[in-house]
Structure formats: C-alpha cells, structure tokens
C-alpha cells in the first residue's frame, strides 16, 4: 500500500530523501507497524533523512512477494524511475522477508541498488556497506529469516496434529448439524460459540457437538436419501429446497453442498487433518490416502 508522503517531525528538511517500507504479519508486537515507524523515525533523524513516502504491508507474511501490495509497489516505482527517494529505510531484515530462497530477498534488494536506491535495515547490528562483513551478517539475518518461518511452520503442524489426534477442533466453521464448543483444559464446557466467534484464551479448546434437532434430522434424511433411497445429488438438493428447509446459511441447497456432507467424515466421528498440505505458502499437495 502507498501513502502520501510523510514528513516526520525533526528531520533535517535538506537532507537525503528516503522511503520507509513497513511490514508485519501477526507474529511479534515488536514488529508493529507503529513501532517499526517510531524506530525508523529515530534512524533518521540521526542520520539526517527525510521520509517523504511510506510503504506498508499489513497483516502480511514475508514467505514471498505475492499479495504484499506495498513491496510491489516501492519495486514498481523504483524500476520504472518514479521514485522520488535515494534510500529504503526498513525495521530489519526480517520485515524485507522471509523469502525461503535468500537469492530472493537479494534479489529485491539489488532492483534498488542498481536504481542507485540503497536499503538501510535500522536494527540491525551492521552497515549495509556492500563490506565483506556486513554481506556475510546481511546473508545469515536472511538465513535466520527464512529458517525462522520454516521452523515455526514445523511446531505448528507438530500441534495441529496433536490437536487433531486429541480430537479437537482447529479453526474454522463447524459444518451443518453441528456446532462449536468451548472447553476448558480439562474438557469442561464454558459455552458454545457463534458464527465469527472465536477463543481467547491458549488454554481454552474447541470440540464440535451436536446442532439442533432439525438440523440432524436433515442431515440423516440426506444420508437415507442417497443410500437407502438411491436418490442423486441434485434430486437430494431438489426435495430439500422444495419443502423450504434451510441450509443454515440462508442460501439454496446445491449439488456441491450435498456432496460436501455425504463426503464429510465428521459426521462419522472422524476429525480430518493434513489431507491437503500448504506449507509455506508453497504449491498445495494431496496427501495420499
């Protein structure tokens, strides 16, 4: 995202002209876009720039440059010669990215240096001086970044599984005929969650129960439908909307939708994980069954 440009109070109005690019996911306070404005404040009033455009991607991960709006677009502008500034000002190493190839990440950093446009990293313990020792520091933050994400990656699906295993539920909507349920560490109920409604405390859990009664008693006349009845997909969607029963989200029921719950193993006590993989914002995979 591109704001206009922003002259930070204190900045020495001669000095040398500089962009800002923030960034933050949800993975650390530290890494507000707030903070991250303050500290790169800081660096330049000490080294004499004057912000005057900033570049923002919020709530976005660093793993690649898709869907990062404000990246793109500070590449864009420095590329096409529309950029107004001789120096990138970032937080860190992290917030450029946590590209999982660092070729990536000095890649995007080169684009600028050969626009003669230099990227500062304002916490980090080194000069991006093109030195031996600041490429060596340079080249393990970016290691450092990339592993970070592939080792926070690794304890979430280690937990997603255990969850599973337990069988509690790990996100999302609870499909038709059932519902959410909050529990405490030890299982007890606290209270059923609504639609958008999530957990607030680590402790807490999620399992599904039962949803109303007329809403099991579709779901059992769906599944006598098509094995008992030899009913199809589309003749099962027919009836359903013609005796004016609803889907629980207000729409027409559809072929998908029925095939959706004849497929779904939750109603058979089954709680399915990892059958398609997406680690890493990586191509997806099917697990083989």
Not at 125 to 151: C, H, P, W
Not at 165 to 182: N, T, V
Request: with cysteine; aromatic share 8%.
């Amino acid at each position: 995202m591109r704001e206009q440009p922003l002259i930070v109070p204190g900045v020495i109005a001669n000095g040398q002209r500089a962009a800002q690019y923030l960034r933050m996911s949800t993975d650390h306070q530290k890494y507000s876009i707030d903070n991250q404005r303050t500290v790169i404040a800081d660096y330049a009033v000490r080294r004499g720039l004057t912000i005057v455009r900033t570049y923002t991607d919020a709530g976005r991960s660093g793993l690649r440059i898709i869907g990062r709006d404000g990246l793109q677009g500070l590449i864009d502008d420095v590329q096409s010669g529309r950029a107004d500034f001789e120096t990138i000002l970032v937080y860190d190493v992290s917030r450029w990215g946590r590209f999982q190839d660092v070729d990536e990440s000095a890649y995007y950093e080169f684009i600028g240096k050969r626009a003669g446009v230099q990227v500062h990293y304002c916490t980090d313990e080194f000069e991006n001086d093109g030195s031996l020792t600041s490429t060596i520091l340079k080249n393990m933050k970016r290691v450092m970044a990339g592993d970070y994400s592939r080792q926070l990656s690794r304890r979430m699906f280690v937990a997603q599984c255990h969850m599973t295993e337990l069988g509690l539920w790990r996100g999302g909507s609870a499909s038709y005929g059932l519902r959410r349920l909050l529990v405490d560490a030890n299982g007890r109920p606290i209270m059923e969650l609504e639609r958008g409604q999530r957990k607030t405390i680590s402790t807490e859990r999620v399992v599904l129960k039962p949803g109303p009664a007329d809403e099991i008693t579709t779901i059992k006349r769906i599944f006598r439908s098509f094995v008992l009845g030899g009913k199809s997909y589309t003749e099962i969607a027919d009836a359903l909307n013609n005796d004016k029963i609803s889907n629980g989200l207000d729409r027409p029921w559809s072929t998908q939708t029925i095939i959706h719950i004849l497929s779904n193993e939750v109603y058979i006590g089954n709680v399915v994980f990892n059958r398609t993989s997406f680690k890493l914002k990586q191509k997806a995979r099917h697990q083989s069954t």
